[in-house]
């Protein structure tokens, strides 16, 4: 048995692809390297010894799609393929909605001609769009304010609409909160295009000397000390929760959802800190105006995750820190 990874060079999926390489599992890629480096499948392959089969090409490429499924004996589909800048999706709403949504309604077409009918998908937190109240469970209202976002919510209703037409069907929606760290071998990990939108690579890139000084996006928000709080996850434990998602579909569940967070959350400050402990350096930033939808504080119910897929983040902010401090030193120009 095969499992199909779409965006598997990307970050989350490189270390998911690891995962599941290492529990022995056949792997097969599909990844147009938009937003990704060959070079992490490479480096997977060297740390587990293992081969990855793997296609260099777009999701919309519906003769490829259609050809991996008759060459490999695919049995679930684990699909991390999709842009994800928040900002940008506003900019060029209509690629992100073909990229996300035209895509993976064609991954899933294919996967019916093909009687595969076990399917994981990278949800994201941002689906609860501004939480009345922290923790944030599965059952809380969703909404979006952005394309990115929006893209989101969409497919998690085709997911819904498909499994109410065909209940053959085993779904996993997975909602990830904040993924941040890296493999322990300081050979894969996150490797912003550009100036990065996220914290975790920002600060990193400051403590390795890349930029200057960080911009914390507001201090009065109503949080402990009035920067934005997250539930930051280090991705190996995320990449875990997929051999979990896989291992529950087994059972035939049917659609399912789940939050993967910790169920801790760390302010931009808490988090500064944290990585001048692990680098050793002082980061220096300045408070500016908050950043245009934003919200407060968001941090993930993780007992659902605990109970229905016997799976929780074991490792700590320290790993968090240390880890990724260890990949951007070991390569301060990512992949290349
Ligand atoms: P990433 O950009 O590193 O990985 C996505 C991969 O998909 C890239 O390698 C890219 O080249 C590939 N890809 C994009 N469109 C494609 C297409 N049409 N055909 C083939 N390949 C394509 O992103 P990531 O951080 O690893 O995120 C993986 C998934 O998790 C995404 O769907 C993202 O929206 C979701 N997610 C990410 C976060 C986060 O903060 N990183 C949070 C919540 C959800
Ligand atoms: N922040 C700064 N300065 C920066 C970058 C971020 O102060 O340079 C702050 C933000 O204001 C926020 C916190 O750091 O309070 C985290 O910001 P990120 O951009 O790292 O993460 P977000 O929570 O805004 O969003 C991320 C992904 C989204 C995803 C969401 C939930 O970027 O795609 O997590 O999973 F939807």
């Not at 480096?43 to 260099?56: A, D, L, P």
């Not at 993976?104 to 019916?112: G, P, Q, R, Y």
């Amino acid at each position: 048995m095969t499992i199909l990874v779409t965006g598997g060079a990307g970050y989350i999926g490189s270390h998911t692809v690891l995962e599941l390489l290492s529990a022995n599992q056949e792997v097969v890629v599909i990844d147009n390297l938009s937003n990704s480096n060959e070079e992490s499948l490479k480096r997977v392959s060297s740390i587990t010894g293992k081969k990855i089969h793997f296609y260099r090409g777009d999701l919309l490429d519906k003769g490829l799609v259609d050809n991996i499924f008759v060459k490999h004996d695919i049995d679930s589909v684990i699909h991390f393929a999709g842009l994800k800048a928040v900002g940008e999706s506003n900019e060029i709403p209509l690629t992100y909605y073909r990229n996300n949504i035209a895509a993976t309604i064609s991954v899933l077409e294919i996967m019916a001609t093909h009687n595969v009918k076990s399917f994981v998908f990278s949800s994201s937190a941002t689906v609860y769009g501004d939480p009345a109240s922290v923790p944030i469970n599965e059952s809380f209202p969703t909404s979006a304010t952005n394309p990115y976002g929006r893209s989101k919510l969409m497919i998690e209703e085709v997911l819904a609409d498909l499994y109410e037409s065909d209940n053959s069907w085993n779904i996993a929606c997975l909602r990830y909160f904040n993924p941040v760290g890296a493999h322990k071998s300081g050979l894969i990990g996150e490797d912003p295009n550009g100036i990065p939108n996220n914290l975790m690579p920002f600060i990193s890139q400051v403590a390795v000397g890349k930029r200057e000084l960080l911009s914390v996006y507001g201090n009065d928000y109503n949080t402990h000390d009035g920067t934005g709080v997250r539930d930051y996850i280090h991705v190996v434990d995320l990449a875990l929760g997929h051999l979990k998602a896989l291992d529950k579909l087994k059972s035939n569940p049917g659609r399912v959802t789940y939050n993967l967070g910790t169920g801790c959350g760390y302010s931009v400050l808490e988090m500064i800190k944290a990585f001048e402990k692990a680098a050793n350096k002082t980061i220096p930033y300045r408070i500016v105006e908050r950043r245009m939808g934003d919200i407060a504080e968001c941090y993930a119910a993780t007992d659902l995750a605990e109970e229905e897929l016997g799976w929780k983040a074991n490792l700590s902010i320290s790993d968090m820190t240390n880890d990724t401090w260890r990949w951007q030193t070991m390569n301060p120009n990512g992949y290349e």
